[in-house]
């Protein structure tokens, strides 16, 4: 089976991770055979928001682990505790924790820190030139994490987010939500998801590719070795 690690942000698009890109991420990954194994930081996350009304709840802190352990059933670790060489994929889906929890790509923009274990965990993945996925604003922060390293990647078309990218020293193609942008190089498959405002339908063609790509590179990995 092939050991795939997925990083979560939280739970919830606006403060966390966006649940239907981490649902479907899930899925195609175990419809191609993947052996899943789901990661977050053990840490408080930047705010929580209330997704009716779009709106920070002031006085109400969650635990990052702890709300992306509701869309892992449980079954999740410390970001902390990833083994790079225990795995032979990476995946990334997005929503804004990925930006607030993961980074402060939010804040700060092309000037963003990104969390230090995820910046561990995807330069030794980069290293060892094992493939990852990255959905919606993951890519974003991706090329933060791999600063300088010109990796291809997209956001969609998001002039503010792709200029941020160029500006990190990364490449960013215009992508339809039902499309996706490969760097063959570096081994990363993005797709734009619910950076832009589009049907679920949609989302999950882009989503499917990204992981089509990234089960495909780590499978020819494995025969190749």
């Known amino acids: 089976m092939t050991q795939v690690a997925v990083i979560l942000s939280g739970c919830g698009h606006l403060d966390g991770a966006e649940i239907r890109e981490s649902v479907l991420t899930l899925l195609y990954l175990d419809q191609r055979g993947a052996n899943v194994s789901i990661f977050a930081p053990n840490e408080p996350q930047m705010h929580v928001v209330d997704h009716r009304s779009g709106r920070v709840v002031e006085g109400q802190t969650r635990n990052v682990m702890e709300e992306a352990a ?19 994929a990476l995946v990334i889906p997005g929503g804004f924790g990925v930006a607030k929890n993961l980074s402060n790509l939010a804040e700060k923009g092309a000037d963003a820190d990104v969390h230090p274990e995820l910046l561990r965990v995807v330069n030794a993945f980069y290293a060892a030139q094992k493939p990852i996925g990255a959905i919606c604003i993951a890519p974003a922060v991706l090329t933060a994490a791999l600063r300088g390293k010109g990796v291809r990647v997209t956001i969609g078309d998001d002039a503010g987010t792709a200029a941020a990218i160029t500006a990190m020293g990364g490449v960013h193609h215009p992508c339809v939500t039902t499309g ?13 998801a619910y950076m832009h405002d589009a049907p679920l339908s949609e989302i999950a063609q882009g989503i499917e590719q990204v992981i089509a790509f990234v089960m495909q590179q780590a499978e020819a990995a494995k025969r190749a070795a």
Do not use: K, Q
């Not at 996706?180 to 734009?192: G, K, N, Q, R, T």
């Open 70 to 88: 509701r869309i892992a059933r449980g079954r999740i670790a410390d970001l902390a505790t990833l083994d790079p060489e225990a795995f032979e």
């Open 180 to 192: 996706v942008v490969l760097d063959e190089y570096a081994h990363i498959a993005s797709c734009p």
